[in-house]
């Protein structure tokens, strides 16, 4: 059975850096992606970052050079540093993961497996 599990949202100031985790299980082989997706109150589900199983990885423009997504195969783990926080990235943050190619990796339509999601939430 699939499942993935974030943690290690809180709320944090402006300016601060989060790190979130998503623990991975029930996959045969290594997902061919994996992303972290994120849905703020009366909005859509965004993709925010995601990584391909050759550690090739995408980004949205909105967080580009704040935000780092990467992964431990030996654990399992998904990850996404964040940094330089600012109010407009508070949402519940979603890890998700599909096997076979996408061209559009930050495209939810993309994924089947997801997790519950945390909540991250920034103030100024």
């Known amino acids: 059975q699939v499942q993935l599990m974030e943690s290690g949202g809180a709320s944090v100031q402006a300016g601060g850096s989060l790190r979130l985790s998503c623990a991975v299980s029930g996959y045969t082989l290594r997902p061919d992606f994996m992303a972290w997706f994120r849905q703020a109150p009366g909005k859509g589900r965004e993709g925010v970052a995601a990584i391909g199983r050759h550690a090739t990885t995408t980004y949205a423009d909105s967080v580009k050079g704040r935000f780092t997504i990467s992964e431990d195969n030996a654990k399992n783990t998904l990850y996404l540093q964040m940094d330089s926080l600012k109010p407009e990235d508070t949402a519940v943050y979603y890890c998700?993961?599909?096997?076979?190619?996408?061209?559009?990796?930050?495209?939810?339509?993309?994924?089947?497996?997801w997790g519950q999601g945390t909540q991250v939430t920034v103030s100024s």
């Open positions: 998700a993961a599909r096997n076979g190619q996408t061209w559009s990796p930050l495209e939810r339509a993309a994924y089947s497996d």
